[in-house]
């Protein structure tokens, strides 16, 4: 069996994973009728751009040279994604939009079911092997907590603390912990040793941090400008503050306090995070991550294809995808003035 990219890997088992998640949902039983169409609902309201449900499939395959036995951990990925961005919308406020045709007190409860119960079923069910069945269940409650711990790091920071540091702290929460979770699960459904299941873990997390880098960087390009509407303290926000003198950061504060109602405010603030000094310290630590992340896959090795697909997924995810809004003369005396004086996260 050989395939070239996450998508054409994708493609090949998508029908299989869903497959997954409908013996799931049936398996809730005739009394849980509405809770399943409930779910079901949501699952086809929320769709995803890059079907990263192939993680678990790739780092099984990496350690076993077979991707399939890690279909229920596919559908787990799924389930917890679909979930979790209907509570980050809900956090943010965009709870009703959020949750399509049903209603958000629905969409609430479909995503405590579909998103934490449901994947504990799974790997419960006889498709786990019996030995490995508890430590699933472990990385599912434990992810569950540390994600709560992120985002509420990440509803509760404030821009006036913002450093790269705390940010980066609530993004392994919100972002890295489902990922290590996945990684780490795939690893031990393979058989891995603890020393290859941490270092499994680990490469989730570097993953995690670079998948919300893109993330934020997206939300820019797109226009949308999701994170500016709601207030969000973003990494690239956390370096532009980093980079400011007095003056321009009160000015970048300002307009973060006025970007969720002022259309004016999210342009001018947009120039901000796209001045070059800002993204050229965003571009170093982004490099960082994604050498980082490099690192960790050489050191792991591995079979067949799945190695050499995990590190052009990283590349993917590690990309600079912005580009900076020139100076004026002045403003770019002052940026290598204070370019030259930084450190690094």
Not at 81 to 90: G, K, Q, V
Not at 111 to 128: A, D, F, K, M, Y
Not at 141 to 167: H, M
Not at 314 to 341: I, K, N, Q, T, Y
Request: proline letters at 6%.
């Amino acid at each position: 069996m050989t395939f070239t990219s996450y998508l054409e890997l994708h493609r090949r088992y998508a029908s299989r994973a869903a497959a997954e998640i409908d013996t799931a949902l049936e398996g809730l039983g005739p009394s849980a009728d509405n809770i399943r169409k409930s779910i079901a609902a949501l699952l086809r309201h929320q769709t995803f751009s890059y079907p990263l449900d192939v993680l678990p499939l790739l780092v099984h395959g990496a350690e076993t040279g077979d991707p399939e036995p890690a279909l229920p951990l596919a559908a787990v990925h799924t389930l917890w994604w679909t979930s979790a961005c209907y509570f980050d919308d809900l956090a943010d406020g965009n709870g009703t939009a959020a949750a399509g045709r049903i209603g958000a007190g629905e969409a609430t409860l479909a995503s405590v079911v579909g998103g934490h119960l449901l994947p504990l079923r799974i790997v419960r069910s006889p498709r786990i092997p019996e030995p490995v069945r508890g430590a699933l269940v472990d990385e599912i409650v434990n992810c569950g907590i540390l994600a709560a711990e992120g985002q509420l790091r990440d509803v509760n920071g404030t821009a006036e603390s913002a450093t790269r540091g705390l940010v980066v702290t609530a993004y392994e929460g919100k972002s890295s912990a489902p990922f290590s979770m996945i990684t780490a699960m795939a690893a031990i459904l393979a058989g891995a040793e603890a020393g290859r299941t941490e270092r499994w873990r680990e490469f989730g997390r570097v993953f995690g941090l670079l998948w919300q880098l893109f993330n934020d960087q997206e939300d820019i390009l797109s226009g949308r400008n999701e994170d500016l509407r709601n207030g969000t303290v973003t990494y690239l926000l956390a370096c532009a503050l980093e980079e400011a003198p007095p003056t321009e950061r009160e000015r970048v504060l300002k307009l973060h306090a006025a970007a969720p109602g002022s259309e004016r405010a999210r342009a001018d603030l947009v120039r901000a995070l796209l001045a070059p000094d800002v993204l050229s310290l965003f571009g170093d630590d982004l490099g960082a991550f994604r050498d980082e992340a490099h690192r960790v896959l050489d050191d792991l090795g591995g079979h067949g294809a799945c190695p050499p697909i995990l590190r052009r997924l990283v590349d993917m995810a590690g990309r600079m995808l912005l580009s900076p809004v020139p100076l004026p003369a002045e403003a770019a005396d002052g940026d290598r003035r204070r370019h030259a004086g930084r450190s690094s996260v």
